[in-house]
Structures are given as C-alpha cells and as structure tokens.
T-cell receptor
C-alpha cells in the first residue's frame, strides 16, 4: 500500500517556466515532508523540507506547499533550468524521527531547452 | 570531506551466493539507514542503525537479510542466498542527529546488486 504517491512518472517543462511536482499521502500521522533530487547513478540529495506546522517553505527557486486537509504537497521550481532535469522523490515521516522515510516512486522532470 | 561512501558500486552474484554491501557514514554521523530501490520503484526503508544497535528494522525482509553497524568500521548489509528478486540498488544514508526529522539524510551513491 503506497502511503506516499507521486502520480506523474514524468513531467516535461520548458526552460524558464515553472515546474510543479505533486505528491499525495495517506498516512495522517506524517508530520514532516522532504523532497529529494536524484541524478542517474547517484544517490538522492536533499532539496527542501516542510514541517506540518507550516504550509509553505521557500528556498531560492524552490518552494514546497503543504495542504494538510487534502494530504497533498507540491514542489514548485521557478524558473526551471536544464540542471533541474532529474528524478524528484517526495518523502514523509512521522514525529520522533526514529522511523525511516517513506518515499514516493518519483517523478522524472525533463527540462526542455 | 568525504560524503557517505558505499562499496562496491556494482556487485554481481549468482543465485544462492552471499552479497555484502558496505557503507561508511559521513564523518561525525552516527546514524545509518539502508534503503532499497527496486526497478521502477521508489526507495523503501529497510533498517536504521546506530553504533552497535539496530534501532528499527521494520523494513527488512524476515529472512536472509541482516545489517550491522559495529563500533569500528562500516555498516554492513548482508544478503544470504540471494535470489533474482534481490536485484536492486541499495542506498545507505547517514545523519548526525536522531532521525530525519531534525535534519536531512545524506545518501551514498548506492550499490547496485545484480543476481544472475
């Protein structure tokens, strides 16, 4: 049973435009959410996170929005750049931090020149 | 300033053999996590260890898989009597504090296991 769902396996966006990656979760106990970026043959690298007490967190070109009532979060990248082409994983965890992260299957973002 | 180091990067085994994957966390990190990524899947949590202790192994298959993080040396993920379904990328991550809630995990580049 997928507790973290990324329903778009891939997304193609033109350079300079906004990329919006979506993530839904089913476990209402999740209270901390993270986005990781992964290039081929490399490990995932942390991008941005958000706690459930917030509904928005911004870091440069990256903004994560959290809608707790809808159990939905999204990652906005603006403007999109060629180096943003990668697989993006949404992850979630419950309070206390002793548990591992639960990851979605990832969305492959392709930035078109 | 080395990050999380995993070796081997690629490992080929025949069915029934043993696979050993090693992970050295980032300097100063005492928390290690192992994740598995099957083809076309996301990363799935396997086990969380601190030095000499297994904290959470809820994601580990009940048989053939074991993990350790000794006082000295790297963390080891061991798979006995491998089967084709074990073919996957195995990622190790480390953190300096308890759990990912207080900071992100730093991942290694992964060890790709192929079982023939």
């Amino acid at each position: 049973d997928q507790q973290v769902k990324q329903n778009s396996p891939s997304l193609s966006v033109q350079e300079g435009r906004i990329s919006i990656l979506n993530c839904d979760y089913t476990n209402s106990m999740f209270d901390y959410f993270l986005w990781y970026k992964k290039y081929p043959a490399e490990g995932p690298t942390f991008l941005i996170s958000i706690s459930s007490i917030k509904d928005k967190n911004e870091d440069g070109r990256f903004t994560v929005f959290l809608n707790k009532s809808a159990k939905h979060l999204s990652l906005h990248i603006v403007p999109s750049q060629p180096g943003d082409s990668a697989v993006y994983f949404c992850a979630a965890t419950t309070g206390g931090g002793a548990d591992g992260l639960t990851f979605g299957k990832g969305t492959h973002l392709i930035i078109q020149p | 300033n080395a990050g999380v180091m995993q070796n081997p990067r690629h490992l080929v085994r025949r069915r029934g053999q043993e696979a050993r994957l090693r992970c050295s966390p980032m300097k100063g990190h005492s928390h290690v996590y192992w994740y598995r990524q099957l083809p076309e899947e996301g990363l799935k949590f396997m086990v969380y260890l601190q030095k000499e202790n297994i904290i959470d192994e809820s994601g580990m298959p009940k048989e053939r898989f074991s993990a350790e993080f000794p006082k000295e040396g790297p963390s080891i993920l061991r798979i006995q009597q491998v089967v084709r379904g074990d073919s996957a990328a195995y990622f190790c991550a480390s953190s300096s504090t308890s759990g990912p809630n207080t900071g992100e995990l730093f991942f290694g580049e992964g060890s790709r296991l192929t079982v023939l």
